[in-house]
């Protein structure tokens, strides 16, 4: 059983398109990153969230933390072949534990 | 940020035999984790790795089969024993940034066990 839901798990769309992936749990955590993976390589962090309610901006990639820290969201705007990976939540306890999301695959077709 | 760098990037090894796989970190930290991922899916924690004491192993993952070493606050080395095809998969050390809330990954050791 995984403890982070992603959903959707694969998504395939062209550029430009908009696209919202999300990460649920039924556990308050102390705070959430999400990840992008590309092929051969380990995953890079895009952002932390801590604060519940917290929304955070990185060009075009919106990120959200549900009020209750149980929950997050991932939007991207217009999206760019370059966006392209596997996306990753990781949800921690206490600061230094951290259990990641089943992942969501994402393919931009130019 | 950690640089993270992991040793060997890839190997091939026969049933039976073991791979020690190294993690070496460009600043001294103090926490280390290790993890498994099959190619496209999600990473499964297999232990943390304590400087001086021995490694917080979680569910289904124990010492005989995965022993870790971690002799500095730099380094730490992950083998995994007595190889099975079920063993085959990338291998993954990553490392606590300084704020405690963020992690940074090594670029990943991809197992196949023939």
């Known amino acids: 059983t995984q403890l982070l839901e992603q959903s959707p798990q694969f998504l395939s769309i062209q550029e430009g398109e908009n696209l919202t992936v999300y990460c649920n749990s039924s556990s308050v955590f102390s705070s959430l990153q999400w990840y992008r993976q590309e092929p051969g390589e380990g995953p890079v962090l895009l952002v932390t969230v801590v604060t519940g309610g917290e929304v955070k901006k990185l060009k075009r990639l919106t990120f959200q933390f549900g009020d209750a820290r149980k929950d997050s969201s991932l939007h991207i705007t217009a999206a760019q072949p370059g966006d392209t990976g596997l996306y990753l939540c990781a949800g921690a306890y206490n600061f230094n534990k951290f259990y990641f999301g089943s992942g969501t695959k994402l393919n931009v077709k130019p | ?114």
């Open chain 2, 1 to 114: 940020s950690a640089v993270i760098s992991q040793k060997p990037s890839r190997d091939i090894c026969q049933r039976g035999t073991s791979l020690t796989i190294q993690c070496q970190v460009d600043s001294q930290v103090t926490m280390m984790f290790w993890y498994r991922q099959q190619p496209g899916q999600s990473l499964t924690l297999i232990a943390t790795a304590n400087q001086g004491s021995e490694a917080t192993y979680e569910s289904g993952f124990v010492i005989d089969k995965f022993p870790i070493s971690r002799p500095n606050l730099t380094f730490s080395t992950l083998t995994v024993s007595n190889l099975s095809p079920e063993d085959s998969s990338i291998y993954l050390c990553s490392v606590l940034g300084q704020n405690q809330e963020t992690q940074y990954f090594g670029p990943g050791t991809r197992l196949l066990v023939l």
